[in-house]
């Protein structure tokens, strides 16, 4: 039970790596309340509930600071403190800075990296309440090397990578840990439009050791396992890091 007693937020949880990360949690013994736009997060919600778990559900729209004040709000009002955000909700929309479409961009900033700061300006001071806590961005590999044809992306998991520094920087003495993790090719939803870049998701996967050197795309449930050591105890000491779980991608 290493998240004994504490109470999490997981951003993007309707599935993929939100939802093993709400599942970890929850079986570690955290108080989980699971946010995304997508309904479907209430059904793994009451599926971790049918294990036997304290969890919750909560459909926000993480860019709007009314819909995030109101999560942090009832996290607090459910379970009486909130310890941990796993920022885990992101898009994915391929296009070069001349194909791109001026609203594709502001809606990826306003999804993957705004979401963050508006999670940390209403979260962290019921952590200061509490003592502390800990903030677990999910940047990417992209955080460190460029991709054809995903201007937006790109940029914004840059972006990740250093509010996360920046954030650390600001909250240590509160004793708050603000650490970014870094996947490579996951295999979610997040995806799909990318898979088409490669020729299609068939291609891709025949092709995967070009891509990735593990031969092999990543499941959720191992960046989960990250996601679960930055929460817990166990990653006391680590602030401002950034864990790179690209299965080697950054390594070429």
Sequence with gaps: MRLANKVAIVTGAAQGIGAATARKYAREGAKVVLTDLLDKGSAVAQEIRDEGFDCDFFQADIAKSSDVQALIQHAVQTYGALHVICNVAGINIPGSVVDLDESIWDLTFAVNVKSMFL????????????????????????????????????????????????????????????????????????????HDLFGGRAVLEAAIEEVQPIGRVIRPEEIADVNLFLASDESSSMTGSAIVCDGGITAK
């Excluded at 509490?130 to 840059?158: D, H, Q, R, W």
């Excluded at 509010?163 to 490579?184: S, Y």
Aim: contains cysteine; glycine residues 10%; neutral net charge.
């Design 119 to 194: 999670t940390a300006k209403y979260g962290i001071p019921e952590m200061i309440k509490c003592g502390g806590g800990s903030i677990i961005n999910t940047g990417s590999a992209n955080s460190f090397v460029a991709e054809p044809m995903l201007s937006a992306y790109v940029a914004s998991k840059g972006g990740i990578l250093m509010l996360t520094k920046q954030m650390a920087l600001d909250f240590a003495k509160d004793n708050i840990r603000v650490n970014c993790v870094c996947p490579g090719w996951v295999d979610t939803t997040i995806n799909d439009a990318h």
